[in-house]
């Protein structure tokens, strides 16, 4: 189990005589995962993964497909692909629609999909230099407490900002619990703060648009290039999107770290929970009002309207809790695996299908 504890798994499920494996990378129908006798590849089989996983309705997130992160057992083939039997419980995990589901505009029947999981902490990463937006913090801040990880928020290209001070500030006021770095990966300035999180067994995603200088990052820490770095036209800041794939890679010194292309290019953008983690300044002051009622429009004794009036809370602040409260409202009680479960064996071959086109596009 040596090598599987270095990749961070803490033993707890009864794994029979199966061989535990972590997934470093998803392909078209393969995985590339990593088991005690070293990196090979996996493959799911319909009759054995969802019979396997029928038994998991009680754990969350975990009776649909792997994703890279997750923890599996395998049974391990010395010849060829080792075929995978079921996923383990998930600590942390992100989520997005299934986008090859038919029934999106549906609004209770949306299937899910797992983009990432087992993470302990999410690097939240945006540029100092021109397209920082709080509004996009605030819904990865949102998305990553609904992960069940901890956020930590990192201001990049600190060498080529101007005066950025008083964005530092205005990003700490929305950071709630989260804790906020400003730093580069070209002159290294920061980097030696973020070494509390750079743990063996820990794993990091890194979050943030394309640009932002995640893969940068990832190689200013491991001090080799182990990414593709984009270059980015600096004239308007967009980035090519060169980073579809999700991967798993564990640094020299024991951290592994899952860079991503972005919440958004995963179609990762609906918040369902993390609002009141997120928020916990407007959250103080929930239940404070007058009337427990109070839709903090016009009603006497409500703490909100106070708080603005007093300077503590911004009206953007409030619209943007709004915003996000909203939607959650719309994508409340979407996520039922168990659900999921039984229509699983109909997704796998849609699944497929979906990872054969994404492969082709990818090639
Ligand atoms: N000046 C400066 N440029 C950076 C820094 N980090 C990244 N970049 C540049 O930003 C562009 C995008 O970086 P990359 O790491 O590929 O971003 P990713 O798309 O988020 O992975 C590249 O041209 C990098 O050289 C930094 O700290 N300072
Ligand atoms: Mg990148």
Redesign the pocket.
């Known amino acids: 189990m040596e090598k599987l504890l270095q990749y961070g798994y803490i033993p707890t499920a009864d794994t029979q005589s199966y061989q535990v494996a972590r997934i470093t990378a998803v392909h078209r129908e393969r995985f590339e995962i990593v088991c005690e006798k070293g990196f090979t590849y996996a493959r799911l089989k319909s009759s054995v993964y969802f019979v396997n996983n029928e038994r998991n309705d009680d754990i969350t997130g975990t009776a649909e497909y792997p994703t890279v992160g997750d923890f599996v057992l395998i049974q391990y083939n010395e010849s060829g692909d080792s075929t995978i039997v079921r996923t383990l419980e998930r600590k942390s995990y992100f989520a997005r629609k299934d986008p090859s589901s038919k029934l999106h505009k549906s609004e209770n029947s949306d299937s899910f999909q797992a983009v990432a999981a087992n993470f302990d902490y999410v690097f939240i990463?945006s540029?100092l230099?021109h397209d920082l937006n709080i509004g996009r913090l605030e819904r990865y801040l949102t998305l990553s407490w609904q992960s069940q990880a901890i956020p930590v928020i990192i201001l990049?290209?600190?060498?080529?900002a101007e005066e950025y001070e008083d964005l530092v500030k205005e990003v700490e006021k929305i950071a709630g619990y989260a804790a906020v770095y400003t730093?580069?990966?070209?002159?290294g300035?920061g980097l030696e703060e973020l070494n509390e999180y750079l743990k063996p067994r820990k794993t990091i995603v890194?979050l943030?648009?394309?640009?932002?200088?995640?893969?940068?990052?990832?190689?200013?820490l491991a001090g080799e290039e182990v990414?593709?770095?984009?270059?980015?036209r600096?004239d308007d800041s967009k980035?090519?999107?060169?980073?579809t794939h999700r991967q798993l890679i564990k640094l020299e010194n024991g951290v592994m770290i899952i860079?991503t292309?972005?919440m958004r290019e995963l179609g990762m953008w609906d918040v369902t929970e993390g609002i009141g983690e997120a928020f916990s300044d407007i959250d103080q002051y929930m239940g404070k009002c007058k009337f427990n009622n109070c839709s903090h429009q016009n009603e006497p004794g409500c703490a909100i309207k106070e708080a603005m009036e007093n300077g503590e809370l911004s009206l953007e602040r409030w619209e943007s809790y709004n915003k996000l409260k909203k939607e959650a409202r719309y994508s409340d009680n979407k996520v039922d695996y168990s659900i999921m479960d039984k229509k699983a064996g109909k997704q796998f071959s849609k699944w497929n299908k979906q990872q054969k086109k994404a492969g082709k596009n990818r090639n």
Request: charged share 20%.
């Open positions: 990463l540029s230099n990049t290209k600190a060498d080529v730093i580069s990966s070209k002159t300035v890194f943030g648009s394309s640009g932002v200088g995640k893969s940068s990052l990832v190689n200013a990414m593709k770095v984009n270059n980015i600096e980035g090519r999107h060169t980073t860079d292309p972005g």
